[in-house]
């Protein structure tokens, strides 16, 4: 840095490889903002990085996840059967038990994990109900805070027992939307019947009307044909007025819908613009467990919804817990895996794998000012592959992860092959 020159910005990134653009790019940052992105910035700033040619792509987001089930999995007994229903009766005995520096704890560690992977935002569930009460909450509120300088983070009251079924539930969604909860959760599919589905999702509207919060509902994450809640969210998000503030996730049963009512949904959903967020690596392991072959997988239909100009988010959902014992908490990992389960191969097809952790979780989450240009926020990957279909193809390291223009995590990986004393080729 020359100290004559004045200092314009707080960091330059130099020598970026930048989707869209064919020559590398210096990115220059200042104020937790990207202010000038060109083939060379001249200017001084407070620090310089070079990337050495790598590809800087927008942070990643996490449009899904149980923070405050995280790390469970070691707590509890095993489930034997390995169904949703015996994860959720085995989870009760941990949230009874669980207490709010517990949560925040477990909490944290996936947090950490997720910025060390290049995810600085994070939408997650949280369990609202008469079982844990609103312990769940604090714990990922207190957590939440604990890293409020490394990502930021969207809760969701999520009424995991059922509202009706769950009689108390309402009173606490309200008080958790008040104590940290800043959107509106849903599970209507867990309801015992359909009226009191159809209850269940007007309770949850009438709460979000009330806060003006964005809702996200658990919804038909069942192999069942017969579920068919995402209907009923549609025609509420449209008589309330709510379009393009409704998120349906799971959406399991689509899988074993009928193709003329699954089309007829799409389309419907299309009107009411419902965004919808699929979580293969739970629902690929979880879904179609009582079936023979052909087994079904539990996934939304992807390419249909993404043909019907829909906004498609990928999701972790859970990571070591009663549901699911793996997830490393990082969205290029899940994207490919969206990959194989919904069959997404040709290069379009891995563009929108790619925008479902990205600019497509963006839209979701609310997040404006995503992406690398002037004006958007200076949160950012350095991965080190030269384009993000190589990232994804090679789950490459993610070298640096930039939150509002600071250096928050970095990994370095050193691997060699050794090929003894003779380096000719074979040798
Ligand atoms: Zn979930």
Same mark, same amino acid.
């Given at each position: 840095?020359?100290?004559?020159?004045?200092?314009?910005?707080?960091?330059?990134?130099?020598?970026? @490889?930048?989707? &869209? $653009?064919?020559?590398?790019?210096?990115?220059?940052?200042?104020?937790?903002?990207?202010?000038?992105?060109?083939?060379?910035?001249?200017?001084?700033?407070?620090?310089?990085?070079? %990337?050495?040619?790598?590809?800087?792509?927008?942070?990643?987001?996490?449009?899904?996840?149980?923070?405050?089930?995280? &790390?469970?999995?070691?707590?509890?007994?095993?489930?034997?059967?390995?169904?949703?229903?015996?994860?959720?009766?085995?989870?009760? @005995?941990?949230? $009874?038990?669980?207490?709010?520096?517990?949560?925040?704890?477990?909490?944290?560690?996936?947090?950490?994990?997720? %910025?060390?992977?290049?995810?600085?935002?994070?939408?997650?569930?949280?369990?609202?109900?008469? %079982?844990?009460?609103?312990?769940? #909450?604090? &714990?990922?509120?207190?957590?939440?805070?604990?890293?409020?300088?490394?990502?930021?983070?969207?809760?969701?009251?999520?009424?995991?027992?059922?509202?009706?079924?769950?009689?108390?539930?309402?009173?606490?969604?309200?008080?958790?939307?008040?104590? =940290?909860?800043?959107?509106?959760?849903?599970?209507?599919?867990?309801?015992?019947?359909?009226?009191?589905?159809?209850?269940?999702?007007?309770?949850?509207? $009438?709460?979000?009307?009330?806060?003006?919060?964005?809702?996200?509902?658990?919804?038909?994450?069942?192999?069942?044909?017969?579920?068919?809640? #995402?209907?009923?969210?549609?025609?509420?998000?449209? @008589?309330? =007025?709510?379009?393009?503030?409704?998120?349906? &996730?799971?959406?399991?049963?689509?899988?074993?819908?009928?193709?003329?009512?699954?089309?007829?949904?799409?389309?419907?959903?299309?009107?009411?613009?419902?965004?919808?967020?699929?979580?293969?690596?739970?629902?690929?392991?979880?879904?179609?467990?009582?079936?023979?072959?052909?087994?079904?997988?539990?996934?939304?239909?992807?390419?249909?919804?993404?043909?019907?100009?829909?906004?498609?988010?990928?999701?972790?959902?859970? %990571?070591?817990?009663?549901?699911?014992?793996?997830?490393?908490?990082?969205?290029?990992?899940?994207?490919?895996?969206?990959?194989?389960?919904?069959?997404?191969?040709?290069?379009?097809?891995?563009?929108?794998?790619?925008?479902?952790?990205?600019?497509?979780?963006?839209?979701?989450?609310?997040?404006?000012?995503?992406?690398?240009?002037?004006?958007?926020?200076?949160?950012?990957?350095?991965?080190?592959?030269?384009?993000?279909?190589?990232?994804?193809?090679?789950?490459?390291?993610?070298?640096?992860?930039?939150?509002? =223009?600071?250096?928050?995590?970095?990994?370095?990986?050193?691997?060699?092959?050794?090929? =003894?004393?003779?380096?000719?080729?074979?040798?």
């Amino acid at each position: 840095m020359n100290s004559a020159a004045q200092v314009a910005f707080d960091l330059i990134l130099r020598q970026a @490889r930048v989707e &869209g $653009r064919q020559a590398l790019a210096d990115i220059a940052i200042s104020g937790g903002m990207i202010r000038e992105v060109s083939d060379h910035v001249r200017a001084d700033s407070e620090h310089e990085l070079d %990337v050495e040619k790598m590809i800087v792509s927008p942070a990643f987001l996490q449009p899904h996840i149980h923070l405050d089930k995280v &790390g469970t999995l070691p707590l509890l007994g095993r489930n034997s059967s390995g169904t949703l229903a015996e994860a959720i009766e085995i989870l009760h @005995r941990i949230k $009874r038990s669980s207490t709010e520096d517990e949560v925040a704890a477990r909490a944290g560690v996936v947090i950490r994990q997720a %910025v060390l992977s290049g995810t600085t935002r994070i939408r997650t569930h949280v369990d609202v109900d008469t %079982v844990g009460g609103l312990v769940p #909450l604090r &714990g990922v509120v207190q957590a939440a805070r604990e890293h409020a300088d490394l990502c930021e983070i969207q809760i969701v009251a999520f009424p995991q027992e059922g509202i009706i079924r769950d009689p108390g539930t309402a009173e606490l969604m309200d008080a958790a939307m008040s104590e =940290g909860g800043s959107v509106v959760g849903g599970m209507p599919h867990w309801e015992a019947e359909e009226p009191a589905a159809r209850e269940h999702i007007d309770i949850c509207m $009438r709460i979000a009307q009330r806060c003006d919060a964005d809702i996200d509902m658990h919804v038909d994450e069942t192999d069942d044909p017969g579920s068919r809640t #995402l209907d009923i969210l549609i025609d509420a998000t449209s @008589r309330a =007025g709510w379009q393009g503030r409704v998120t349906a &996730g799971h959406c399991c049963a689509m899988a074993a819908w009928p193709d003329g009512y699954a089309s007829q949904v799409i389309t419907r959903a299309a009107a009411a613009r419902v965004n919808f967020v699929t979580n293969p690596a739970t629902n690929l392991l979880l879904q179609g467990r009582l079936d023979g072959e052909p087994r079904r997988r539990g996934l939304p239909r992807v390419k249909e919804l993404l043909a019907a100009g829909l906004l498609v988010g990928c999701g972790q959902d859970c %990571v070591q817990d009663g549901f699911y014992p793996f997830g490393a908490a990082d969205q290029l990992q899940v994207a490919l895996i969206l990959c194989h389960a919904a069959q997404l191969s040709v290069p379009a097809e891995i563009d929108d794998a790619l925008a479902s952790i990205r600019h497509a979780a963006a839209r979701i989450m609310g997040v404006r000012g995503y992406g690398i240009e002037p004006g958007c926020a200076a949160d950012l990957v350095v991965v080190d592959a030269d384009d993000m279909h190589e990232a994804l193809r090679l789950q490459a390291n993610r070298r640096w992860v930039i939150r509002r =223009g600071r250096v928050v995590a970095e990994t370095s990986i050193t691997r060699t092959v050794n090929r =003894g004393n003779d380096q000719s080729p074979g040798g």
